[in-house]
């Protein structure tokens, strides 16, 4: 069984995290079965962006990257203290033991500033948000990132980063296919609807 962590920092967009829960969870019934998704909370009861209560299954401190085989993240809004627990110092380093030990991590627009935060991205091809005059991508290449603007989403070894909330579900099979096969998540897709 291959466990995925989907870190929730307070403030996260609902929906990028949802298509994590949905592609990996129709994986586990539908597809070849091989995927457990387990929600990692930086608190007790989050609020989402929009104001939406989650409650995790497990807290941060609960949990190490030896217990998983991947890591996805969503992005969320600086408005709704998102990056007040993203860059909290146990959530980087969370990232750093991840990327350590070579594991997938799977991140949706602003949630690539969690890498570059954490250092893991020095050197490396990445992208964010792109949206706003570029303000997001300027920050995450000061973090030591070299942004490639015009691909949605960018793979670098064992990164993805994507540029906006609507690349989450391509960001979500991409992890699927990485953690299982092209074909099962051809078949995922199929049975999800995104295939004929």
Not at 117 to 144: C, D
Request: hydrophobic share 40%; with cysteine.
């Amino acid at each position: 069984m291959k466990r995925i962590c989907l870190l929730l920092p307070n403030g996260f967009e609902a929906i990028e995290a949802s298509v994590f829960t949905d592609v990996l969870g129709w994986n586990r019934l539908e597809g070849d079965g091989t995927t457990e998704l387990i929600t990692v909370g930086t608190r007790d009861t989050l609020a989402c962006t929009w104001n939406f209560k989650v409650t995790p299954e497990l807290l941060i401190n609960q949990v190490s990257a030896n217990d998983f085989d991947g890591l996805a993240i969503p992005g969320g809004f600086e408005e709704a203290g998102y990056f007040e627990d993203a860059f909290r110092e146990d959530v980087l380093e969370l990232v750093r033991e991840f990327n350590r030990q070579k594991k997938i991590i799977a991140t949706i627009c602003l949630a690539a500033l969690v890498l570059g935060k954490s250092g893991i991205l020095e050197g490396r091809n990445a992208t964010t948000y792109h949206l706003s005059n570029g303000k997001r991508q300027a920050q995450l290449a000061e973090m030591g990132a070299k942004i490639i603007p015009d691909k949605p989403i960018v793979i670098d070894d064992n990164l993805i980063t994507s540029s906006s909330p609507s690349m989450g579900f391509d960001v979500a099979f991409l992890l699927l296919e990485k953690l299982t096969s092209k074909a099962n998540t051809k078949e995922v897709k199929r049975l999800m609807g995104f295939i004929s």
